[in-house]
């Protein structure tokens, strides 16, 4: 099956629902986007394997990621599908340009799952605006030149975990603060500049028949600085700087999640 064709741009509708008939989390969730008819097919399938990527690499430890913030996500399909993947975890899904489609995916998600949405979020911001916390996870797929780089730098700031999928490589756009010569050193970079700042790093591919930009860059921040399950004001939370002005101090208590509800 290739998807980087028309068939893959294709969104998908009622008349594939008959294509995902089991009660498996896959074919519940593709109901879901089926009835949305929003969502074109290959967005489905690499979504859902990045997804599957990032939980089985950062939910599998002792202390997962509490918050995780789906930066340029467009309507944010891949923040949902994490939290269809787990039980505990909040989203908050970033995009400047929250399109109309994203209320449409909230809603359907919403009748599959009720509860789910009480757990999610979206937030009109940009990557730059970020404030994360040690318990967050920032996600970004398809993170347009630099914008993985501001990505990256977010995440280092707040101390958070980081799942990147790079794309358009530009040396124009590329924003770390360690020189690149050569566009074929950049991720390499990346990489290294996150180990630097005390990163586990570890690449992953999807298949590449989903998408030709299918690195996935997981950089896990070790749990070894006396972080506990204690610290759950520490969570952060993303917010715009006009918003952050207003509200006082850029990482709030937990308690400040009901500001969102
Ligand atoms: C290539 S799309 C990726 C969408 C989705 N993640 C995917 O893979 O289908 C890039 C997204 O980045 C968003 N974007 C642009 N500038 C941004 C910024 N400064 N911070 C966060 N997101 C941004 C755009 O609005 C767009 O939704």
Redesign the pocket.
């Known amino acids: 099956m290739r998807l980087d064709g028309y068939a893959g741009r294709r969104r998908l509708g009622l008349s594939d629902l008959r294509r995902f008939e089991s009660e498996s989390l896959f074919d519940r969730s593709a109901r879901v986007v089926c009835g949305a008819q929003c969502v074109a097919k290959k ?1 489905l399938y ?2 859902w394997a990045c997804a599957a990527a990032i939980h089985e690499h950062f939910f599998s430890r002792a202390m997962a990621p509490r918050v995780v913030v789906d ?4 309507h944010g ?2 923040g949902w599908f994490l939290l269809v993947m787990t039980s505990q975890t909040r989203c908050f899904a ?4 929250i399109p109309k489609s994203a209320a449409t995916l909230r809603d359907a998600f919403g009748r599959e799952w009720p509860g789910l949405g009480s757990r999610h979020r979206y937030l009109e ?4 605006d970020l404030s994360l916390g040690p318990h967050a996870l920032v996600v ?5 030149g630099g ?1 993985t780089d ?1 990505v990256l730098l977010a995440a280092v700031d707040g101390r958070a975990h980081a799942a990147v ?1 790079p ?1 358009c490589h530009s040396l124009r756009g590329y924003r770390l603060p360690v020189r690149v010569d050569r566009l074929d050193d950049i991720d390499r970079t990346r990489c290294a500049f996150m180990t630097d700042h005390g990163y586990d790093v570890v690449s992953h591919f999807l298949p590449a028949h989903l998408t030709p930009k299918n690195q996935v860059l997981f950089a896990a921040r070790p749990f070894s600085n006396g972080l506990s399950h204690d610290d759950d004001d520490d969570v952060g939370l993303p917010l715009r700087s006009p918003l952050r002005e207003a509200l006082g101090p850029a990482r709030l208590p937990s308690l400040a999640w009901s500001r969102w509800r």
């Open positions: 967005e690499e979504n930066v340029c996500g467009g399909l891949l970033v995009d400047p340009r911001a940009r990557a730059e970004a797929l398809h993170a347009c914008l501001d999928v794309c």
